[in-house]
């Protein structure tokens, strides 16, 4: 059980376009999911976490209009990087969760030409 | 504000040996602290958390308030051992992770 999907595993786009990555919750009701992104040989930074239904709460330094966030259902929640850049290149995670318990997607990796 | 610090990016043994992966907290309140791992083209996924004092794969860590420490210990490593160990501190919504330890265990 418990079981986070995330899709795509691996993106890569055009600068000036934009990427959604999507966070599911198979197997149960996510009232939190949260977005990390990882940079290369550094730790997990949170980006911003959501709650269905109501908009996202993003960390200092975070732009919410880059990085948009929808958590419309208890079971998806969405990132969209709006006009990439190659420094938006990164690997980003979600996790979810649910009935006590802490669960990661495998991550999503865009690479922004 | 809350930090958690693993001083070593690198640690490689040989199979039998034991493994020490080291994690430093700086927390004001009552820290919960969690060991994540990550297997080769895996998902991160949680190894053991304080609260439980529960042995996970030969796996234990004690946390020390004195010394703000929060240690991952195995006495005898094996090579499936070998993987990427992240230490964490916080709740769900306040997760802070360490950079990282990856633990090679070679035969």
């Known amino acids: 059980g418990a079981v986070v999907s995330q899709h795509p595993s691996r993106v890569i786009c055009k600068s000036g376009t934009s990427v959604k990555i999507e966070c599911r919750s198979l197997d149960f009701q996510a009232t939190t999911m949260f977005w990390y992104r990882q940079f290369p040989k550094q730790s997990l930074m949170l980006m911003a976490t959501?709650?269905?239904?109501?908009?996202?709460?993003?960390e200092q330094g975070v732009e919410k209009d880059k990085f948009l966030i929808n958590h419309a259902s208890l079971t998806l929640s969405t990132l969209t990087v709006t006009s990439a850049h190659p420094e938006d290149s990164s690997f980003y995670i979600c996790?979810?969760?649910?009935?006590?318990?802490?669960?990661f997607g495998a991550g999503s990796r865009l690479t922004v030409l | 504000a809350q930090r958690v610090t693993q001083p070593e990016k690198l640690l490689s043994v040989f199979k039998g040996a034991p493994v020490e992966l080291k994690c430093n907290y700086s927390y004001s309140g009552s820290p919960e602290l969690f060991w994540y791992v990550q297997y080769s083209r895996q998902r991160l996924q949680l190894l053991l958390r304080h609260i439980s004092r529960e042995s996970i794969k030969g796996f234990t860590a004690d946390l020390n308030k004195g010394e703000t420490s929060f240690h991952l210990k195995k006495p005898f490593a094996q090579e499936e051992d070998s993987a990427m160990y992240y230490c964490?501190?916080?709740?769900?919504?306040?997760?802070?992770f360490g950079k990282g330890t990856m633990l090679l265990v070679s035969p």
């Open positions: 996790s979810a969760t649910g009935a006590n318990v802490l669960t």
């Open positions: 964490a501190l916080g709740g769900y919504s306040t997760l802070t």
């Open positions: 959501s709650n269905e239904g109501s908009k996202a709460t993003y």
